[in-house]
């Protein structure tokens, strides 16, 4: 469980091409929201963490969202997105721990969770919700995707449920959608749930 914290753990699954969750394109809910958001969001400050291959940084920089930033904990799938797209800009492709993120240095107007919540040790899952809340500007939402199911398993990824994910997350948010995904890519049909929340004042 503890090999999860380690950035060494992830790369390797990269190396060996053991990304069974990678779908190799834009998470269909989150393509959705990004497709409905108005011109005027373009330029705001954007965090998709632990992004992995990063589809939706990709779908939303060829949209024109100018100011997203992706962090990884693995430096493997941060150099392929910098391969894929040459001209994003470098300063905004973090291969850092997403909790040693400053929030002095760092903060967001929206985060994009696309199922990361479940790929970290759940023993820290409170701590996620602490350092969420810290990253995000006043106002600011989280919005994404969580697995709504319970895996049974010692590694990622691992579910959880609507009740659990209630509990931990209004200590800090006021949730506003928190409901089964209708449009999830067929591997994962009825195993996510879609949720917008922003965060507490």
Known sequence: MESVNQAGFWQQRYEQDSIGWDMGEVSPPLKAYIDQLPETAKG???????????????????????????????????????????????????CADFFGLSPEQHQFDWVLEQ???????????????EQMAALLKPKGQ??????????????????????????????????????SS????????GNEMFVTMQVKA
Not at 115 to 129: K, L
Not at 154 to 169: C, L, M
């Open 44 to 94: 705001q400050a954007i965090l998709v963490p632990g992004g992995g291959n990063a589809y939706e940084v990709g779908y939303l920089y060829e949209q024109g969202f100018t100011n997203v930033t992706l962090v990884d904990f693995a430096p493997a799938p941060i150099e392929a997105f910098a391969r894929r797209y040459p001209d994003f800009p470098t300063e905004h492709l973090i």
């Open 115 to 129: 199922t990361f919540f479940c790929a970290i040790n759940p023993a820290r899952r409170d701590e996620y919700v």
């Open 142 to 179: 989280l919005v994404g995707l969580l697995f709504d199911k319970d895996f049974g398993r010692n590694e990622p990824p691992f579910g959880g449920t609507k009740a659990e994910y209630q509990q931990r997350f209004e200590t800090r948010f006021n949730i506003e959608i928190m409901e």
């Open 182 to 189: 209708y449009n999830s890519h067929a591997a994962r049909q």
